[in-house]
């Protein structure tokens, strides 16, 4: 990667590994634009939080690659909650935003990904 923005995300790396999450971190060998990490509240239960590098509208398969295995994780699997953070939707909700730029081009890879890490499954965890 070469030219403006390469330099932008020297910047931004520069700034944002100056600060470490309030979280227990799971990978973070490209932070800070690919990373998971792990909190508990009090009572013990899990967030799983993984964010991605989508800034643009391609998702190349070492991405979902990377996102499989971290949701395939100890840390992930003991959560309850799974969030998957990127700029991106997979589709736009209104009209004028499900077009090239605005969403994730060729969705389907990574929706199967989120579905098999359990990310998509809204279905409430059973009581303890």
Same mark, same amino acid.
Do not use: C
């Given at each position: 990667?070469? =030219? &403006?923005?390469?330099?932008?995300?020297? /910047?931004?790396?520069?700034?944002?590994? $100056?600060?470490? &999450?309030?979280?227990?971190?799971?990978? @973070?060998?490209?932070?800070?634009?690919?990373?998971?990490?792990?909190?508990?509240?009090?009572?013990?239960?899990?967030?799983?939080?993984?964010?991605?590098?989508?800034?643009?509208?391609?998702? $190349?398969?070492?991405?979902?690659?990377?996102?499989?295995?971290?949701?395939?994780?100890?840390?992930?699997?003991? @959560? =309850?909650?799974?969030?998957?953070?990127?700029?991106?939707?997979?589709? =736009?909700?209104?009209?004028?935003? $499900?077009?090239?730029?605005?969403?994730?081009?060729?969705? @389907?890879?990574?929706?199967?990904?989120? /579905?098999? =890490?359990?990310?998509?499954?809204?279905?409430?965890?059973?009581? @303890?």
């Amino acid at each position: 990667m070469r =030219g &403006p923005l390469a330099q932008d995300r020297r /910047e931004a790396a520069a700034y944002w590994n $100056n600060f470490a &999450p309030s979280a227990t971190v799971v990978d @973070a060998v490209q932070s800070p634009f690919r990373y998971s990490l792990t909190r508990s509240d009090r009572a013990g239960h899990i967030l799983f939080i993984a964010v991605l590098d989508a800034s643009g509208p391609k998702m $190349n398969a070492a991405q979902r690659a990377w996102l499989a295995a971290q949701l395939a994780t100890p840390q992930a699997r003991a @959560a =309850g909650m799974r969030p998957v953070i990127g700029h991106l939707p997979l589709a =736009g909700v209104s009209k004028g935003k $499900n077009r090239i730029g605005k969403v994730i081009t060729k969705a @389907a890879p990574l929706r199967e990904a989120l /579905e098999q =890490g359990r990310v998509l499954d809204i279905r409430p965890e059973p009581p @303890a």
